[in-house]
């Protein structure tokens, strides 16, 4: 196992580097370029540090609408089977099984925190 530099640090002085090449960057097309390349290591960074626990609330929101289920075992595991019960949810959907206003109600709470968190990770800026 690696001590230091760990690998947020790494990132974030990745990111770092980029963000100062690209301030020190007269040509647009490439300040813009690694604008994009810090950008997409702060996404990274944020992903790293909060997708297990949004991805826990999107379980227990998708348990919620389709009924519970037990808990994959590893992480790599609970993002797939996310995967498998999303699909089953738009499977239900187009079926009109949420059409009441009970069940719209709940799905809309799910669909609002399940995207609130994905922008915590894309564009936290955006959510003030």
Do not use: Y
């Not at 530099?5 to 690694?34: G, H, K, V, W, Y």
């Not at 799905?107 to 968190?117: D, S, V």
């Amino acid at each position: 196992m690696q001590d230091r530099p760990t690998a947020d640090e790494l990132l974030e002085a990745l990111a770092e580097f980029l963000r100062d090449r690209s301030n020190q960057e007269p040509d647009r097309f490439l300040r813009f370029q690694f604008l994009v390349a810090s950008n997409s290591l702060a996404i990274l960074r944020r992903e790293w540090e909060s997708e297990e626990q949004f991805l826990e609330a999107e379980w227990a929101g998708l348990s919620a609408l389709l009924g519970p289920a037990g808990r994959p075992g590893s992480f790599r595991e609970l993002r797939r089977e996310v995967g498998e019960r999303n699909a089953r949810l738009c499977d239900l959907i187009a079926e009109g099984k949420f059409d009441d206003n009970d069940g719209e109600a709940t799905l809309l709470a799910h669909f609002w925190e399940t995207t609130t968190n994905k922008v915590r990770i894309a564009t936290p800026g955006a959510l003030e």
